[in-house]
């Protein structure tokens, strides 16, 4: 059975995202598209490389009609999200790609978003949207909040391990490079291609990306206790991909046989054999995570090496696999798609 | 129902996106794989971005089974195709990527490839696959020989021209950027990231080319008469895509008429609307062709700007069409996968 | 002896090109440096790669004294560079990197950049920048007007082609494939990393590109007659560098010839073996120019291939070479920088 | 007065970066170019990007005379170098840019490299060519090591912090983020273009880069004991740059300030103002380096970012400072130029 789609904010790079995963999937149909600044501009001319789909003309969200719609997803700005979300009917499901409901605690939200939460029994109603570890509340919600794709990626290098306590919670640093397209397709200068192609750095150093929110609430949830670990995003010239590579303290063996344990049955989560690194092009363009473990020189230190691609598993390919379950749906229904390499 | 493939070359680009696109072909199913230096290890040693699939091992093609097999791509160089393709079963339906059999006169062969053709009677028997223009004898083929990537770009930019006598047949200029997976995963010094990127310049200069072969073979099949165009390719730092950018002397509307009533019923060739022009990256990873003309300032010139994924509908994809049709599947099967952007 | 160097419009690429460039001339200095949007701030804020030098502080045009300076380099943007130049004093020598003073036709102008020129006495009084070409002019000018980078590329191409009638003055073709800089530092969608890093694409279709004008003009006058070229620029997946594949009807060797005869005493402008093609990373970073030229298998039909770095030869480093011809030093000084390679 | 200059192994990026540095040098003229397997070609022809240049044609070393040489620049592969270099005349001063000279300890270098030293006492004579550590050393020198460039860039982030005990010499993490360059012209598949580009991924990793080697040397001397640091190497999608990130236990202000001293008086170091991050870009093409330092939000932790360009401060450049010292010059020499951005 085919479930009716409304994509809100469909002309970011996360929109096109959604609609590249649903023009080959077959239980999701695309009904209504929304893009404020673009209203009454077809999709193909805002994405031309999705001309080839029949798809609705993009609209206000005010003209949107939600009569027909199973489920909604939100692409839109932080903040935005809020406001649009506690409009919507309550039949309509919900999964949220902003960072507006990934914070359960208000008082967490004010301090990494700078504002108080306008729709804080939504907050409360909303299933973080970690699958694999998130699986049967989001079966059963009406909202699912996307997780920032940093914090995915370093919520599934050590998830398995802070709750079992095979590494010192203490002493965890993650060190992550990421492509630009997590920046989206915001005009910004540092975003051009003369100014990031040939050149790499960090940003939202010294503990101030709000993902940190995201992994001291996910953390400290696995481990039943307090975990703050540092965190160092990096930009690199590539558009699509997230490597993290974390350091922690702990026997790399037993690192490595607790996330084989962990995931030894999910579709999308694939362990290397000890010792072997992943690269982020290995993935690219697919929901696949690939995960390796390194043992260090130095007794008891491991370092763990994880890839995904921001825009689909991290992003996208996420939701959709969400969506999937809320709908009573084959969890990987339309996103079996292989990595696209070279 | 599910039919049996073998890929020959497997350890290649071509390979690799057969694989690929096989992943979620649902008439498609991979049984045997060689590589001939790599025989032994496993696809995913080769191509990590592949190790969510259950592969076959690799082997050496003598050590391969053909017995349940219905259909064999041969993704092997040049020449060795020759000597391979005339020791199988002639129970096996073939599609060859290599060049061995795109050209039909032994003479155009020896010309161009510098040597007799080993194989002259497969040569006789081989269909041209540029599937728009060659649908019933492929439906009907037991040997196909899928096109050059540069060439199936010129040829979708002109051979509705070049029949109707929509432009003059002696003033026609191909000018190509290419990407550099054309080239394949060869150990070459101009191959090299430090090398390639951040420069471009041109290639195969002074009508060298070898798909000229086929430019002069179609485009004079086409016209009836000796069509000789000059065409010019050259590397540009990106992975895949080709652009022609094509110049001819001709009535720009009349040209554009021309193109969208050949292809108005093509599920894989978009003609933009007038004075539009395509991108190479709107096409990435799929099987698709975007085609635009535009006026030129000087009366009675126009200009064809014509884009495909090199190693998708310029080979592995436009390989799985022609198996489609021999299979008697419909054509587009496994094939609408939307391109990755950005 | 010591020039005295202001710069105009300094938080531009060119205007940073500017600055690498006098960073290691031994006869000017940077006394003055102006950005509206970005006056009080320092270089070393706007371009932190310049931060080892020391350098005036930012300031509006208005704030600055010119009591002390030799020359004045304008990197403005159009139209406003009129309204600047004619404001400034007699005794100031100006190079304009703008295309304000390019074309000396006021009616030219006009038909190219949409708007009468408002400053037409100081047009008649500039100079051409094309050093090769207008050496003598340049020597005794106050007023250069620097070229543009694509005009600069195919003029090197052809004019002593078109000033001998070694080819058909009307059957030529440019097709230019141009890197992301020479569009500047703007926040435009299509400039992002993500949009374009690996795709590529035509702009400026259809004869509308304003270097036509340059073109027209310059062309006409070496050949005595209207010339009318037809030119299609395209943008590739790099920072710097252009090159341009000229297509005309004429003897290759007597291009080549005709080429390497004029060429013979330039220290900047490289002719390369008959038959040889240059790359645009050769040129990197530098003032040199590559020229090669190849016979096609048509009798009577050339192709020419020129490489130059559209922010050096092309804008910055030809405006050095001017202004060191305006001053009276050699006109090499400062100049000879060997490209950056790999 | 001018010096005459022979490069050994001219035909790798190391040789390209020394003839690029050179041709703007004042006081240095390369009079002898070896490449064993391109013997007898010209410079111009390895890189065309220095045709511009006078150079003398390829030799085998052994076709070359050393008579009038001042200096040697060997960039030869290790193990190569030591035979090499054994063979030449004692008046002739020696900068190696291969690893062989580089550990002091014959032991240790059996470690790293797998085999004993083929010249010990040789190795006992040469100087470790961290130019800001070993300046006086070197000024007398017959015989430099050029360090690795990984190694150049951890050693700017640490040394004055292990020296003066600033942080805990028992919990340091090197994260490096380096350009392809650095793994020279060699034809390794990882390298193509179309392997490493929109891609990133660790390499050496679990202790095993050989720089540790240098690491270990030169951290343990500045501090008078054992110290052994975490270090991780990553392939990014760049050709030159190298960014480390290194992760230290201790007061951010104190290690701000402690670099800000040591470094102040240096004319290629540079320590960003407190809180600021460097980039790749911002040095590739020069010799500078740019070091920042970032507080942690957990108590008692920093971060430092460290950036320089592989082949000019990281190796030729490294070697052109060292050959000033050694004839005497003004260590500066030929080493101003500014970075090239964009």
């Given at each position: ?5 409304a994509?809100?904010g469909?002309?970011g790079y996360?929109g ?6 649903i023009?080959?999937?077959?239980g999701?149909?695309v009904r209504?598209?929304?893009a404020?600044?673009?209203?009454g ?10 001309r080839h ?8 969200i005010?003209?949107?009609s939600?009569d027909e ?5 939100c692409?839109?700005p ?8 506690s409009?919507l009917?309550?039949?309509v ?9 990934r914070?359960?605690?208000?008082a967490?939200?004010e301090t990494?978003y700078?504002?108080?939460h306008?729709?804080p029994?939504l907050q409360k109603?909303a ?6 570890f998130y699986?049967d509340?989001?079966r059963?919600?009406r909202l699912v ?8 990626t370093g919520l599934?290098?050590l998830?398995?391990l ?11 640093i993650?060190?992550m490079?990421c492509?630009?397209?997590?920046a ?6 540092n975003?051009?291609h003369?100014?990031?192609s040939e050149?790499?750095y960090?940003?939202g150093v010294?503990?101030k990306h709000?993902h940190?929110?995201?992994?001291d609430q ?5 481990a039943?206790?307090t975990v703050?670990v540092?965190f160092?995003p990096?930009?690199?010239?590539g558009?699509r991909?997230i490597?993290?590579?974390t350091?922690?303290r702990?026997e790399?063996?037993?690192v490595?046989?607790?996330l084989?344990a962990?995931?030894?049955d999910?579709p999308?989560?694939?362990v290397?054999p000890?010792g072997a690194?992943p690269q982020?092009k290995?993935?690219r ?7 390796g ?8 230190r491991a370092t763990i ?11 996208s ?5 969400n969506?999937?379950l809320?709908?009573g749906?084959?969890e990987t ?5 292989a990595?696209?390499?070279?």
């Amino acid at each position: 059975m085919t479930h009716s789609v409304a994509i809100l904010g469909a002309s970011g790079y996360t929109g096109a995202e959604l609609v590249r995963l649903i023009a080959t999937h077959p239980g999701l149909d695309v009904r209504a598209l929304s893009a404020d600044r673009k209203a009454g501009m077809e999709m193909s001319e805002v994405f031309p490389h999705l001309r080839h789909l029949a798809l609705p003309t993009l609209r206000k969200i005010e003209d949107l009609s939600f009569d027909e719609i199973d489920i909604c997803f939100c692409a839109l700005p932080h903040a935005t999200s809020q406001a649009v979300i506690s409009q919507l009917p309550r039949n309509v499901k919900v999964v949220d790609l902003s960072a507006d409901f990934r914070l359960r605690d208000p008082a967490a939200y004010e301090t990494w978003y700078g504002k108080p939460h306008s729709a804080p029994e939504l907050q409360k109603e909303a299933v973080y949207g970690l699958t694999e570890f998130y699986r049967d509340e989001i079966r059963d919600a009406r909202l699912v909040a996307g997780t920032g794709c940093n914090a995915a990626t370093g919520l599934f290098s050590l998830i398995p391990l802070v709750s079992t306590g095979a590494i010192d919670l203490d002493d965890i640093i993650i060190d992550m490079k990421c492509g630009v397209s997590g920046a989206g397709r915001s005009l910004k200068e540092n975003l051009l291609h003369a100014e990031l192609s040939e050149g790499w750095y960090a940003y939202g150093v010294g503990g101030k990306h709000r993902h940190l929110g995201e992994f001291d609430q996910e953390f400290s949830k696995a481990a039943g206790r307090t975990v703050e670990v540092q965190f160092t995003p990096h930009l690199v010239p590539g558009n699509r991909g997230i490597l993290a590579t974390t350091y922690v303290r702990g026997e790399a063996r037993s690192v490595h046989e607790a996330l084989k344990a962990a995931y030894a049955d999910e579709p999308f989560l694939e362990v290397l054999p000890f010792g072997a690194v992943p690269q982020t092009k290995h993935v690219r363009g697919s929901n696949f995570v690939h995960i390796g473990v390194v043992e260090e020189r130095a007794a008891g230190r491991a370092t763990i090496y994880t890839v995904l691609d921001n825009l689909t598993k991290g992003s996208s390919g996420q939701a959709i696999q969400n969506a999937n379950l809320m709908l009573g749906q084959n969890e990987t229904t339309g996103l079996m798609l292989a990595p696209l390499y070279p």
